[in-house]
Every structure is written in C-alpha cells, then in structure tokens.
C-alpha cells in the first residue's frame, strides 16, 4: 500500500498513554483520523477509572452533585465541527435529548457517571464546602492519518465541584481545539475560564500556517500570554499540536507530561514539557 501521509497521533498527560497506542493500531489498520478520534474518546468517556481524570462517566461533579461534561470534536477540513456543552448523562435540554433518542442514544443516570472515588470527593467537598483537589487534567487527543486527514478532539467533565452549567474552553473552536487540513491541528488543558480568553488552539495553528514548527507555535502562544498577564500570574495551561508532517509540539505554565506515536517510533513515547519564564 502507498503511504501518503506520515501517520501520527498525540494525546495530553501521561494518562493518555493507552489512548493514543489504540489510535496508532487503528492509524495503522488505515482507519480515518475522525473515526479513529470519535471511537477512542468514547472508550475513555465511558470508563469510570479515567473518570478520576475529568473526563466522562467517573468524572468530578458540579457542586449539586451532577457530572455535566463537555466535548468537542474538529476535522481539518473547513467548517466540521461538532460539540456538546454541560451534558447530563447523554444531553440535556428537551431538543436534545428527543434528537438523541432519534438517533438511538440511551441517557445515563448520574449515579452511573459518578465513580467511587468522585462520589467520596464530592461527599467531602460538601462537608468542607470548598474543593477537596483543584485538579486539571481533560485528554485532547488529534490523529493525523494515511490518507492526510487531521482530526482534534477533546472531552472533560471540567473544573470539579463548579457551577451548575459552567462551560470550558473544551467544546470552544479556537479555545479548546483547532484543526486545519492545510496545516495542523492543537489542543489545550488547564484553566479553561482563563483559557478562552486567548483562542489558543487556534492561534497556535494560524503560527504554523505562517511557518512555526508545532514547538515553536506552542511556545510562542505560551509566551504571548505570559507577556500580556505577566509570567508570574500565569494560570495552568497545557498546549499540544500536530502538523502535517507529523511533527509535534507542546508547551505550557505548569510540567506537563503528553503522549506521542508516529510512524518512526516502535511504540507511543511520553514527553514532558517543563514551563519556561520569560525571564531566562
Ligand atoms: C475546563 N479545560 O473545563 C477544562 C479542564 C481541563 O485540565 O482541561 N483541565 O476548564
């Protein structure tokens, strides 16, 4: 078979790990970068042990108690976007939840979503009324395949214990993701109150269309913040990015271990980025 493209895949944080070897098996069987994007995040959504992450069923709750997650998926080619915001279980809202049904969608109840470990943590956060972990964490995973097709996705159940309805920067083109076919792909995670506020995926991408390697469009969209807020109040923020030729970048505020596959490596490598100031 001819290779047309340089096959790849990348997923945020260490726990992504097994996510992106079941991306580069499915690359390699020569599935496209949506389905193979689309079937392994709905794997990790469904299970309650990368919950603990904030990400799908076993995921933190808002402070009533209710895992509302946020999910958002792009492909390259202009205008294919897809996202859900604050979802209950399947959807929320009348609208949504018929046009689910219609499609054969089952809802979950919360009880199903909440694991042992998030039902405890949210069991102690109303006893103390204040967050037990200020954890982040969300997998964004991107998949470039054969045929040259680049797919972006990202899923959370969000900042842990927040308000009822809250939305993130995840299921926010531009924000939490950016693809574009010409170019690349990026991904964030971190603070996403403070994270839309900038557009990075997207400017990321627009910094490789002008010719920066993935790293150095991480970079300097890191360093753009950092000059604007000051390097010192920077918030948490995690970026990765994929070009075309399969090359990758990361950078962010805090240490921030990814997960890497191409056609080059025998098996998926973890990276780590460690934060810069601006000042050395
Ligand atoms: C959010 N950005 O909802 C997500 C959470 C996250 O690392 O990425 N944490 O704010």
Redesign the pocket.
Known sequence: MQILSQMAAVGTWSFSRPAVERMSCMLLAGQNATDVVETVMAEFEDDADTGRH?VGRGGYPNCKGVVEC?AAIMEGVPGRFGAVAALRGLLVGDGAEAFAQDLGFTSEANDNMLSHHTATAYREFLEKNQPVSGG???IGLIALDLSGNITVGVS?S??PFKSPGRV???PLPGC?LYADHTVGAAA??????K?MCYCPSFHVVQLMKQGSSPSEACHAVLADIQRRIGDDKCF?I?LISLNMKGEVGAASSVEFPYTFWNQGLDSVKELINQPKSLNV
């Open positions: 904030i946020d982040h964490d969300t959370t969000g900042a993130g920067d995840s939490g964030a995670t971190g603070d996403g109150d994270i948490e995690g």
